[in-house]
C-alpha cells in the first residue's frame, strides 16, 4: 500500500511531511505535492505531519478523491523529487480547506 496526497494540498503545498519521509517519495509541483508509490514503503510518517491534512493511506482516500491515487503516479514520473522542507505558498491559509481545487492545479 501507498500513501496518496489529495485535493487540499492543491494551492497549500505545505512540505512539512517531505523531511519526515525516510526514502524521498514526494515530488513537487508548482502547486502541488505527490507520492511516488513504487518509492513510498508505508511507514506513515508523513500523514500526520501535513498541517492541511491531504494525504492518506491508499485505502483510506476520501470518496470522490479516488483518482488522486493515479494522479500522485502520474505527476512523480514528471516531476522533480523534493526533499527538503519549503515554505508553504503564500496563500496557503486562504486556500485550506477549499473544495473543488483540481482545476487549480499546476502541471
Not at 8 to 18: E, F, G, H, L, S
Not at 76 to 96: C, F, G, H, M, Q
Amino acid at each position: 500500500m501507498t500513501y496518496v496526497v489529495t485535493e487540499n494540498c492543491i494551492k497549500c503545498k505545505y512540505t512539512d511531511c517531505v523531511e519526515v519521509c525516510p526514502v524521498d517519495c514526494f515530488h513537487e509541483g508548482p502547486n502541488f505535492l505527490v507520492i511516488d508509490p513504487d518509492e513510498c514503503i508505508d511507514c506513515t510518517l508523513c500523514e500526520p505531519e501535513c498541517p492541511a491534512e491531504a494525504i492518506f493511506a491508499e485505502d483510506d482516500v476520501p470518496t470522490g478523491m479516488e483518482s488522486y491515487t493515479e494522479l500522485n503516479a502520474d505527476l512523480s514520473r514528471e516531476w522533480p523529487v523534493i526533499t527538503e522542507k519549503k515554505d508553504p505558498l503564500p496563500d496557503a491559509e486562504e486556500w485550506d480547506g477549499v473544495a473543488d481545487k483540481l482545476q487549480y492545479l499546476e502541471r
